[in-house]
C-alpha cells in the first residue's frame, strides 16, 4: 500500500500495525510483497505486531494458516 516505508527498519520501530487493504487479496503474497517484507523484518527482530482484518488475514496465511472465504453474512 501508499503508507508502507520502501524498506522496514526494525530496529527503528517498537511495533508493527498491519492493517491491510481491502483491495488486496492476502492470500497474493506477489500483491502485498511489501507488507511481506515489513512483516518478515518484524518477526525476525522480534518486533511485535498488531494485526487487524485484512492484515491479520496476511499474518495468518504468512504463518501457515487457512485463509478462506466464509460466505456471505446477513
Not at 517498537?14 to 523484518?41: F, I, K, Q
Request: with cysteine; net charge negative; proline share 4%.
Amino acid at each position: 500500500g501508499n503508507g508502507i516505508p520502501y524498506r522496514f527498519d526494525a530496529a527503528d520501530h517498537c511495533g508493527l500495525m498491519l492493517l491491510g487493504d481491502s483491495n488486496a487479496e492476502p492470500t497474493d503474497l506477489h500483491e502485498c510483497r511489501r507488507e511481506v517484507e515489513c512483516v518478515h523484518a518484524a518477526m525476525n527482530n522480534s518486533v511485535p505486531i498488531l494485526a487487524v482484518c485484512h492484515g491479520f488475514q496476511l499474518l495468518a496465511h504468512m504463518s501457515g494458516g487457512l485463509v478462506s472465504h466464509f460466505g456471505t453474512l446477513t
